[in-house]
């Protein structure tokens, strides 16, 4: 009874405001405030059931409490997430301090020059710090997608948004549910191209939970309807109980690979000898983006403003849009990029004038045709940073085109290695 009244109350809530401009603001607050709160019980709910991590849920009910007291606002939920989340001076500060320590470890990749004890002083360090790093900033990507997903789920399939959508008045609450679920929506899209391993993670563990809780209930009613004894329902139970909370302990389990890892995933350099791999990678540069940044676009007479004389070639960085990268090959082009981490888009003119977007994930590639032929091909448009889960640029993994055109030359002087690699990109 009391929990059909509340929806009584809440759905009557929401029919007052069928005009935003005409509502009362009091019945708009008191729809929200309802609203917020059943969505509150909900998270509490599945976090009782295992289907929400302690951190994701608390993270959750700070958001839902930072939107009641300010209940006069629009629904502003994700906004309150991606703040707390993502928001703060210390997660962009480990995640530039990151991208710092592996472009250094890329550029001392052969660090056995020195011997092992070099190696121990000088090298070791900055690996252990970067590993320490990089497994706390994925555990904060995990939890990100965690509370997404949970908080799309809520807006959609909470008992709270059901009564709205099944109300047949208009209401400025439904509007405002829509719009929070499309940021949503858009955000857990984005970072299932940008690393479908994690999302996949995250959706092993809460199966995993689920599966777990299942089976002690299935205990529970063997014991209520007197198929098993006391003694025997704890010694099923116990092993169950075990596992659940090894898994809780453990979490979702996902890391984000290395940037050797990435590229040895490349069909082009899985054939490439260890030896010809190292000086591919010792020729290559890492290079962060900011969110929205124009990474490269078709020539358009933009005037460079600085030229920054770096080893082997020279990098003309312009205002506001891409780095073109000119070497000692007089081919047209600006090298082959690989992601890293973040997400990507890149777009293509067709002869109709319509513009299609594609999105690039960890190990995608973009610029390698342009790269080889040595000239813009038609049809080529701008490609734009968009960012990561932490709403961080992304990273990119950048071969000059000098590079590319070493690599011919040396296939056209004999080298079979080279040869084979030539052939490869060319697949």
Not at 272 to 295: I, P
Not at 313 to 334: K, V
């Amino acid at each position: 009874m009391l929990l059909m009244r509340r929806c009584q109350v809440f759905l009557w809530a929401c029919k007052q405001a069928v005009k935003p401009d005409g509502a009362d603001v009091q019945v708009l607050s008191e729809g929200r405030i309802r609203l917020v709160s059943g969505l509150k019980r909900y998270f509490h709910s599945k976090r009782g059931r295992g289907l929400i991590s302690a951190e994701g849920v608390q993270l959750l009910d700070h958001a839902c409490s930072a939107a009641v007291d300010d209940p006069k606002q629009r629904l502003n939920i994700w906004q309150n997430i991606e703040k707390d989340l993502c928001g703060g001076w210390g997660i962009a500060f480990l995640a530039h301090f990151l991208f710092l320590l592996r472009r250094y470890n890329v550029s001392r990749h052969d660090w056995r020059w020195g011997g092992l004890p070099i190696w121990i002083v000088v090298q070791w360090p900055t690996f252990k710090l970067g590993e320490v790093l990089g497994s706390i900033l994925s555990r904060t990507m995990l939890l990100s997608i965690e509370v997404a997903v949970e908080y799309w789920l809520s807006l959609t399939w909470s008992p709270q948004a059901q009564w709205l959508s099944d109300s047949t008045h208009d209401s400025p609450l439904r509007d405002e549910i829509k719009a929070e679920s499309k940021k949503v929506w858009k955000f857990i899209i984005d970072r299932e191209i940008e690393a479908p391993a994690r999302f996949q993670a995250i959706q092993s563990y809460r199966a995993a939970m689920a599966i777990m809780r299942q089976q002690a209930n299935f205990v529970e009613q063997l014991y209520s309807s007197g198929m098993v004894d006391e003694q025997e329902q704890e010694q099923l139970l116990e092993p169950i109980q075990a596992q659940e909370r090894r898994l809780e302990r453990k979490g979702a389990v996902w890391r984000a690979p290395k940037i050797v890892e990435v590229l040895k995933q490349l069909p082009f350099l899985q054939n490439a000898s260890s030896e010809l791999f190292k000086r591919l990678l010792q020729r290559g540069q890492l290079v962060k983006y900011q969110r929205g940044e124009v990474m490269w676009q078709p020539p358009s007479g933009m005037p460079p403003l600085s030229i920054h004389i770096l080893p082997s070639f020279s990098c003309i960085c312009r205002a506001n849009g891409p780095s073109h990268c000119t070497g000692d090959s007089d081919m047209e082009g600006d090298g082959i990029y690989v992601v890293m981490a973040g997400l990507i888009k890149s777009s293509y003119q067709t002869p109709d004038d319509d513009t299609q977007e594609y999105f690039l994930g960890s190990g995608g590639v973009f610029g390698l045709l342009q790269a080889l032929v040595g000239e813009v091909l038609p049809g080529s448009a701008r490609c734009i940073a968009v960012g990561n889960a932490l709403l961080q640029g992304p990273v990119v993994f950048h071969f000059p085109q000098y590079v590319v055109g070493r690599i011919k030359d040396r296939a056209m002087e004999g080298d079979k290695a080279v040869m084979q690699l030539l052939v490869d990109l060319y697949r």
